[in-house]
């Protein structure tokens, strides 16, 4: 029966009379798991920021009416052309209406389901901004803002004013920050609203948007969804899209489908809409975890080197105990258990250094016009992080310690003994 006692002895003290090379050993490790640590923290954390850049805005189904040219062309209803190959040039769009027919029971129909978080309508239409001389062209979307609020963290990009008072105010208006840069506008002015009929209506700025994206300022604002209703001329059932809010993305796709042979509407999954987008992350995530996992490895290979060479040193110590009655069992878990006492030692002191560096990390500043709700470097603070890295450094110290235990184990004492 292994006396691990004896064993553990033994061990701390062959790590403590070549002190040096155990410390340089601990400290390859103890680097390793804080510089992995540190790493992943600061690039998940950035990952997520930009994701949620994108993602916090896109609604995972997205509904509205397609413009597209019409399937069945004229030359399709005559029975002379049936059995011909017809080939029709410069197809015209059909004249479809923006309007989404019974959207107001289809919100309905949607937010009855249990996997559907919130179903909330807008409508989006073109507008002139003006005041003075100064007319820009530009997009004004109608909304129930503290729907929005709730569905879609709305009020994390309006950097002044509030859902609330847009609800309250029927004129009221949240300008882009483009917008009112450019036209020297603040809360409390007025702004000219221009259809593309021509009418003009005054609204009251009552908040300032912004998206973290430019070009989107500089053309996008929000009003009260009865509000366009208005400056449209158009009934409180005229709606031209609805966004959808989901319990689980995952099943956005297959709800989408549906919806599109159910109501005869255009319907994107969110995962469709940012294609490009969600593989750029996929390929930041992979490179993250590959620089991590081999600092891991290279803190690994210095473990193997330094007991290489510490069983070459104690040859003599291997003979004696093999001599006095150890087994060669025994001398490999001496070894195993050096390996071992260096990865815990040299782990945990690297969580603790990868967590005071990522907490340095998250109170440096980082403003930026892009990006108005962030203050901070972005850290990710997930505890699995911790949990990966004391495993790896134990795995990883396992196999640096378990081939120099095998040759100190295969080690004949008789030949070391007569050498010397």
């Known amino acids: 029966m292994v006396n691990w006692t004896i ?26 798991i804080g510089a992995y640590i540190t790493l992943v923290s600061f690039m998940t954390g950035l990952n997520t920021m930009l994701d949620d850049l994108i993602l916090n805005q896109t609604p995972h189904i997205h509904v509205y009416n397609e413009i597209e040219p019409s399937k069945k062309q004229p030359v ?3 029975d002379a052309f049936k059995n011909s190959f017809n080939v029709v040039h410069s197809i015209k769009p059909k004249l479809s209406q923006k309007k989404i ?23 989006k239409t073109q507008m002139f901004y003006i005041s003075g001389s100064i007319e ?26 509030s859902p609330e008072k847009l609800k309250n105010t029927d004129n009221g208006i949240l300008l882009g920050s483009g ?4 036209m020297s506008l603040t809360v409390g002015d007025r702004v000219q609203i221009s259809t593309i009929k021509g009418d003009v209506f005054p609204l009251r700025i009552v908040g300032v948007y912004q998206s973290g994206i430019a070009d989107i300022d500089a053309i ?30 995952d099943k956005a796709l297959p709800l989408s489908k549906k919806i599109e042979q159910q109501f005869n509407l255009t319907a ?13 992350t996929t390929i930041r995530n992979l490179i993250t ?104 450094a134990m795995i990883s110290t396992f196999f640096a310690g378990y081939l120099p235990s095998q040759k100190a184990k295969k080690i004949d004492p008789v030949k070391i003994i007569r050498g010397q």
């Open 7 to 32: 064993i553990l002895n033994i061990a701390k003290t062959h790590l403590l009379t070549k002190f040096k090379q155990t410390a340089i050993a601990a400290l390859g490790v103890t680097f390793g």
């Open 220 to 249: 996008q604002s929000f009003v009260n969804l009865k509000t366009v209703q208005r400056l449209l001329g158009e009934a409180e059932n005229y709606i031209t899209d609805i966004n959808v809010k989901l319990f689980d993305i």
């Open 101 to 123: 027919h019974n959207a107001l029971p289809i919100i309905n129909f949607l937010n009855d389901k249990e996997e559907v978080k919130g179903a909330i309508p807008q409508i």
């Open 289 to 392: 975890y590959a620089v991590s996992v081999t600092l891991l490895i290279v803190a690994g290979f210095g473990i193997y080197n330094i007991l290489n060479m510490l069983i070459y040193e104690k040859m003599n110590d291997i003979a004696i105990l093999k001599a006095i009655g150890f087994s060669g069992k025994d001398v490999q878990y001496i070894f195993m258990s050096q390996a071992m006492i260096i990865g815990i030692v040299g782990g945990v002191l690297g969580l603790l250094i990868g967590f005071i560096f990522t907490n340095i990390i998250s109170t440096i500043p980082f403003k930026t016009e892009a990006l108005p709700t962030v203050e901070t470097y972005p850290i990710n603070f997930n505890g699995w992080f911790y949990v990966i890295g004391i495993v790896f």
């Open 268 to 280: 994107i999954d969110i995962n469709t809409a940012n294609a490009q987008f969600e593989t750029g």
């Open 179 to 182: 917008i009112a840069k450019k």
């Open 76 to 78: 399709d209803i005559y």
């Open 136 to 161: 820009i062209a530009g997009n004004i979307t109608g909304i129930q803002p503290v729907e929005e609020a709730r569905l879609f963290n709305f009020s994390d990009y309006i950097i002044d004013g």
